[in-house]
C-alpha cells in the first residue's frame, strides 16, 4: 500500500489503515484518529517505559499515578481505588446526563512478567520500532520516525503491554482527544475502571468493585482487551469460556515395586489411569462423561452468526499443523459453545536417564474444564467424579488408608480449586441492548459488518466484573491478533493504534 503523509491524509480524509476499509461519510473520523494518534505516541512510549508486574506494588503505583495525570489531563475525574498496595484507577468524565446511557470502560494497567533476555532489543520496556525487511525479518528503524508524518500502519512498536493492555487504554485517552478538538459531547455517560492483577487472575476485581458499587454504576461494560479477528477486521466478542482445575490420582501398592518381581500382580497405576482418562473422550475428541454437554443449546441464530465468522480453517489447521480438527462443533466457532476436558499434564514415575523399572506407586493427571455459561464448574467437576465412579474407582480424600487399601481394588482422588469468579464463564447475548448498540456503531464507522464471535476460548475477568456490577458486557478487541502478548517481543501494530481511536470515536459518538 502507498503510504500517505499525515497532512495528506487529513487534506484527503484518506483512512490510512488496511485491512478496515471505512465509507467516505466516516473519513473526517479517519483523518481526525490519525492526527491525535500522532500527537499521542511520545505519551504512550513514555507509558510503556514504566514496568508494570503486578507482583511489584511500587510499580504498579507508578502506573496509576501516571494514568491518574494522564486522565485529570483530558478533564476526567479520578480516583485510586484502595487494593492492599495495588490500586486500581477509576475515571469519569463530568457532567453527567442523567438521560443518557452510563457506559464503563474496563481495561487493566497491569502486564505479565518478563524473561528480557528472551527480547530481541534493549529491554522490554524500552519500545522499539519495528518494519520488516525484504527477508520478512522484524528490524529496528528510529523510534523518531513514529513522531514524523510519513507513517506505514504495518510498523509495529516492540515493548511489554503494548498491546496488552496500555495500548487500548492509550486508544481511549486518544479518541477524548480527538473529540475536544471537535467540541463535541459523547452520547453516553463515561466511566473508566483500570483493573492492576488482570495477569494474576484479577483475584480482587470483584471485591473492590462492591466496595465502590455507587460509583461503578453503570448500563453497561466494555472490556477494552483481547486480540482482533486473525482478519484483523473490526471485532466484537460476546462471551468467553471459564475455567476449572482438576487434579485426578490413580492409587497403585504402597510403595513403587520391581516390575519384574510384581509385573503381572500388582496393577499399574500409570496404566489404569491412561485406561480412565482414555474413557472420558472418544476417538473424535468429544467427552463422552454422560450428561458434558447436555445444558448446551444452540439455536438457528446464533448457528448464523457463528457461520459467518470468516475464519479460514485449512489456514488454521495449517498453522497448528495438524490434519484434522476434533469433531465437537461442526467449525472452530462452533467448539467454543462447548465445555472441553483437557490433560495439561501427566506424571508417574520416572522418564529418560532416570527410568527404572518399577510400577509406581500413584499416578497423577492435571486437568483443565473450560467452561461455558450453561455449564458451571461444580457441575462439570461433579459429573467427572460420577464418571469416575462409574468405573468401578471408590474416591478417597488424600492418600488411601489402609483400610481403604483392603476393601477396595480401584482407588482415585479428585482434588478441584475452589473456582473465583474472575474465572467464571460469562456470556451477552448478541440481540441485547448493548450489542446493538456497538453493532450499530461498528457498521457506521468501518463501513462493514463487524466480526461477531459468540464465545472466545481465552478467560477473562469479566465473570467477577459482571457478576458484582450485574449489568451486561461486550469485549471490544483492538489490537492486532498476531500481538505476541504474554510472549516475548510483545508488539501493537501501529494501525490498529490508528483503527482502534477511530472505533472508539464511533463508539463515544453513536446514541445508545
Not at 503523509?5 to 478496515?20: R, T
Not at 520488516?132 to 504495518?154: H, R
Not at 462409574?390 to 489402609?402: E, F, I, N
Not at 441492548?433 to 459488518?449: H, N
Amino acid at each position: 500500500m502507498k503510504r500517505l503523509s499525515l497532512k495528506q491524509a487529513l487534506a484527503l480524509g484518506a483512512f490510512v489503515f488496511l485491512p478496515l476499509q471505512a465509507n467516505a461519510a466516516s473519513s473526517s473520523v479517519d483523518a481526525l484518529a490519525a492526527k491525535h494518534a500522532s500527537a499521542n505516541y511520545r505519551e504512550f512510549v513514555e507509558l510503556l517505559a514504566i514496568p508494570n508486574d503486578a507482583v511489584v506494588p511500587a510499580d504498579i503505583q507508578k502506573n496509576a499515578a501516571w494514568l491518574e495525570r494522564a486522565f485529570q489531563k483530558r478533564g476526567f475525574q479520578t480516583r485510586q481505588l484502595a487494593n492492599n498496595g495495588k490500586p486500581m484507577l477509576y475515571a469519569e468524565l463530568p457532567d453527567a446526563d442523567p438521560a443518557r446511557k452510563t457506559v464503563l470502560f474496563y481495561a487493566h494497567l497491569d502486564g505479565q512478567s518478563v524473561t528480557p533476555q528472551q527480547w530481541q532489543q534493549k529491554s522490554p520496556w524500552d519500545a522499539v520500532l519495528k518494519r520488516k525487511n525484504a527477508k520478512g525479518e522484524w528490524e529496528a528503524i528510529p523510534l523518531e520516525t513514529l513522531y514524523g508524518d510519513q507513517v506505514d500502519p504495518e510498523w509495529r512498536l516492540f515493548a511489554r503491554s503494548s498491546s496488552d493492555d496500555k495500548g487500548p487504554i492509550m486508544m481511549l485517552l486518544t479518541a477524548i482527544d480527538a473529540l475536544k478538538e471537535t467540541g463535541r459531547k459523547t452520547s453516553v455517560n463515561v466511566k473508566v475502571i483500570l483493573d492492576s492483577e488482570e495477569e494474576k487472575g484479577s483475584p480482587s476485581l470483584g471485591e473492590v468493585i462492591r466496595q465502590n458499587a455507587d460509583l461503578l454504576k453503570s448500563d453497561a461494560l466494555l472490556v477494552l482487551d483481547g486480540p482482533m479477528h486473525q482478519t484483523n477486521k473490526p471485532t466484537l466478542v460476546f462471551g468467553n469460556r471459564g475455567v476449572a482445575l482438576a487434579t485426578v490420582t490413580v492409587f497403585g501398592a504402597k510403595q513403587g515395586l520391581h516390575s519384574g518381581h510384581f509385573g503381572n500382580y500388582s496393577a499399574n497405576p500409570a496404566m489404569r489411569l491412561a485406561q480412565l482418562l482414555a474413557s472420558m473422550k472418544d476417538e473424535n475428541g468429544r467427552v463422552t462423561i454422560p450428561g458434558y454437554y447436555d445444558s448446551v443449546k444452540i439455536d438457528a441464530a446464533a448457528e448464523k452468526i457463528m457461520a459467518a465468522v470468516p475464519d479460514d480453517e485449512t489456514a488454521l489447521r495449517k498453522r497448528l499443523g495438524i490434519a484434522q480438527a476434533e469433531k465437537v462443533g461442526r467449525n472452530y466457532q462452533e467448539a467454543l459453545q462447548y465445555p472441553s476436558l483437557n490433560i495439561r499434564g501427566m506424571a508417574a514415575g520416572d522418564v529418560g536417564a532416570k527410568a527404572r523399572t518399577i510400577i509406581p506407586e500413584s499416578a497423577v493427571a492435571e486437568l483443565d474444564l473450560r467452561t461455558v455459561p450453561e455449564t458451571p464448574p461444580e457441575q462439570l467437576i461433579g459429573l467427572l467424579k460420577k464418571h469416575i465412579e462409574a468405573q468401578g474407582y471408590h474416591l478417597v480424600q488424600g492418600t488411601p488408608t489402609d483400610e481403604e487399601r483392603a476393601q477396595y481394588d480401584k482407588l482415585a482422588s479428585v482434588a478441584s480449586e475452589e473456582v473465583s469468579a474472575s474465572s467464571s464463564a460469562a456470556r451477552t447475548d448478541m440481540q441485547s441492548a448493548v450489542g446493538e448498540w456497538l453493532y450499530r456503531s461498528y457498521k457506521a464507522t468501518y463501513g462493514e459488518e463487524p466480526v461477531r464471535i459468540r464465545m472466545m476460548g481465552g478467560t477473562v475477568p469479566t465473570g467477577s466484573a459482571v457478576e458484582a456490577l450485574k449489568v451486561p458486557f461486550v469485549i471490544v478487541p483492538l489490537v492486532n491478533a498476531d500481538n505476541n502478548q504474554h510472549s516475548y517481543d510483545e508488539n501493537l501494530r501501529v494501525g490498529n493504534f490508528v483503527s482502534g481511536v477511530t472505533g472508539l470515536i464511533g463508539v463515544l459518538q453513536q446514541p445508545f
